[in-house]
């Protein structure tokens, strides 16, 4: 009898190796020798595949199942492997300030990691030779954005983690599809192992396997390569996240002349008919997936989701921006989501989904921060580490406060119809924002498109645990890109600025701040569902509606030209857009301090001419 084909003498469990393109085909086969595993599993993306996937990962006690749901199921990582290993990923480049700029003497720079080329290959064989022993690679052809689509590109993973695989099934357009589209063409290879080769040398925690000490994800830009080791956590291991779509994204971007974006895109109907598109970048948890996801409190809106979190833009031949979702699920952060904060994301996240670091519930369901009023009494919660009868008492977190939701784009009930549109939606206008207690208006409208240039160049906001930074410190986040930069930021700020021609329309750039405090240090916003009534008037900004007023730092809304009516509590309108002199002349001095230290000469003459505009019109001398 014939056994089953063979890849470098590794026995094939699922799929035909002959369906491979060539290419596909030698880099699987360098993969396999490289990393020895004891079997290889050729995705075809079917739903079958996808059932075997569960039975996997239940097998292998790596996610428990959720009755109270359908097709749910849970995993608890390691308690080391949690969040995006910011200090550990990398940018490999021949020269170092290809990659980032060079910093004041004295100063640590912190616009990404650079390793050499050399350097790079010497750790990969430090850690990838024979590490999938006893496990099974899995090759997982996806596209990232509509399959066929002139804005899309193509990646091809190995993986030694079925939870990867079952993941990324979920995240991206995967299945042997592709490969019609691909033929021979290049792709971006994608290695990733969570570096425990069986048998374990240690104990595996909660039944994650992960090497924390030795984790690496390193990013080859020129050739478009992605090395991922040691995590099986979801920004370091399902490399079409944020590896692909936003740092080998931004790289093959900035050479084929367009934007790769940490940003939401969302579809805006007013109660006139008048649909507009906008794309919104925030640091992560500052609020993207609750404002593309938003319910209007006010009747006669629509809101309709095409992503959540990546824009990929480009200009069409009639000079319109255009912006697609790469991806194909959403992985949104649980803790703090309900039916007040997100009731859209409420109605989809409980089918076909993989929650990660979540509590569990004693009726086979989940639980996190922010579902108290929503947990029926005779419930006991097992919290994210295994602590049983789990009480606000017990001085810990219920769950994760990075906890995750991996949920089909599909599940969206509010998903827009244009979600999968080949040429992408018609952007009006683009967002920048960050989480700021003190001093920055609820919005405001940027002079032109190198004022928003330099307004997204400087956004700042406080940190948040999707990362593995801890406390409340403002951290300077260009265009939210800052952990996802691929090049020199100074160059990325001029590649912005270079979008910018005769022939094309320039969306409107406006900055918002739905976090203001006041001095007893409550919210001057409401926020989430509220926000409809600054979209609005964004939306009329955009057909140049004389509602807006001069100020120092843009435009600011004429008072009374937002809609207040209905508002639960009074708004101070003076507080919420007053510009502090003495707050703002630490905030342009940090600003300037920042780019000084940080990007020193790569800045582009012309921010630096923004930000002494900005000066003049403030009353700051130099």
């Not at 089953?4 to 030698?26: D, F, M, R, S």
């Not at 399959?147 to 983690?161: F, L, M, N, R, T």
């Not at 997100?342 to 979540?358: H, L, S």
């Not at 006991?380 to 977190?397: A, F, L, M, Q, Y």
Request: aromatic share 10%.
């Amino acid at each position: 009898m014939m056994g089953n084909p063979k890849i470098e003498n590794t026995e094939v469990v699922h799929g035909n190796p002959q369906e491979l393109p060539k290419k596909v085909l030698a880099f699987v086969s360098e993969i396999a020798q490289l990393c020895q595993p004891d079997k290889i599993w050729l995705c075809d993306g079917s739903e079958d595949e996808n059932k075997d996937f569960t039975r996997l990962m239940l097998e292998e006690n790596l996610v428990i199942n959720l009755p109270k749901y359908e097709n749910c199921v849970l995993a608890r990582t390691n308690p080391q492997d949690v969040a995006r290993m910011e200090s550990k990923t990398y940018i490999c480049t021949e020269e170092k300030r290809e990659a980032i700029p060079e910093p004041k003497p004295g100063v640590k720079g912190t616009l990404g990691n650079w390793m050499s080329l050399k350097q790079l290959d010497e750790e990969i064989k430090s850690r990838f030779p024979g590490c999938m022993k006893g496990r099974t690679l899995y090759l997982l052809p996806f596209s990232m954005g509509p399959i066929g689509s002139p804005i899309s590109h193509i990646g091809v993973q190995a993986s030694d983690s079925v939870y990867v695989a079952a993941s990324m099934r979920i995240m991206t357009r995967m299945g042997k599809n592709v490969y019609k589209v691909l033929g021979d063409k290049d792709f971006v290879k994608c290695i990733h192992s969570v570096g425990v080769p069986l048998p374990a040398q240690k104990p595996i925690i909660n039944n994650w396997p992960c090497d924390p000490e030795k984790t690496m994800v390193a990013h080859k830009t020129k050739t478009n390569e992605i090395w991922s080791y040691g995590s099986g956590y979801g920004g370091n291991s399902l490399l079409g996240k944020k590896c692909f779509s936003l740092r080998i994204g931004s790289a093959i971007a900035r050479r084929e002349g367009w934007l790769a974006e940490h940003m939401l895109i969302v579809g805006i109907t007013n109660p006139q008919g008048v649909k507009k598109y906008i794309v919104g970048a925030f640091p992560s948890q500052c609020g993207k997936t609750n404002l593309a996801m938003l319910t209007s409190p006010i009747p006669g809106y629509k809101i309709e989701c095409v992503g959540d979190d990546i824009a990929w833009m480009r200009f069409d031949e009639n000079g319109v921006l255009r912006a697609i979702n790469p991806e194909f699920g959403f992985f949104g952060v649980c803790p703090g989501t309900n039916h007040h904060t997100n009731p859209v994301a409420m109605d989809m996240i409980f089918k076909n989904t993989i929650f990660t670091n979540v509590a569990k519930t004693s009726d086979g369901g989940v639980f996190w921060e922010g579902l108290e009023k929503e947990l029926k009494t005779h419930v006991s919660i097992t919290s994210w580490t295994g602590e049983k009868h789990w009480t606000r008492d017990s001085g810990k977190p219920a769950a994760h406060p990075n906890a995750r939701f991996c949920t089909p784009l599909v599940n969206c009930p509010i998903l827009d119809p244009h979600w999968n549109s080949p040429e992408g939606v018609p952007i009006s206008a683009i967002l920048f924002g960050g989480r700021r207690p003190e001093g920055i208006p609820l919005i405001y409208e940027t002079r032109s498109w190198k004022h928003g240039v330099y307004a997204g160049a400087s956004v700042s906001s406080e940190a948040t645990s999707a990362a593995e930074y801890k406390g409340h410190k403002v951290m300077h986040d260009p265009f939210s890109a800052r952990p996802f930069l691929s090049y020199n930021a100074g160059k990325y700020i001029e590649h912005w600025l270079q979008m910018e021609k005769d022939y094309r329309k320039m969306p409107k750039i406006f900055h918002v701040n739905w976090f203001r405090k006041n001095k007893e240090g409550h919210y001057l916003w409401p926020g989430f569902g509220e926000n409809i009534r600054v979209l609005d008037w964004i939306m009329r900004r955009c057909d140049n509606e004389p509602i807006a007023v001069e100020s120092p730092i843009g435009l600011l809304p004429k008072e009374g030209s937002i809609n207040l009516e209905g508002l639960p509590d009074p708004i101070n309108w003076e507080e919420l857009f007053e510009l502090p002199e003495d707050f703002w002349k630490r905030e342009m001095n940090d600003i300037e301090t920042y780019f000084n230290q940080q990007i020193g000469d790569d800045l582009p003459p012309a921010i630096r001419e923004e930000i002494e505009n900005q000066k003049k019109r403030l009353g700051i001398s130099k």
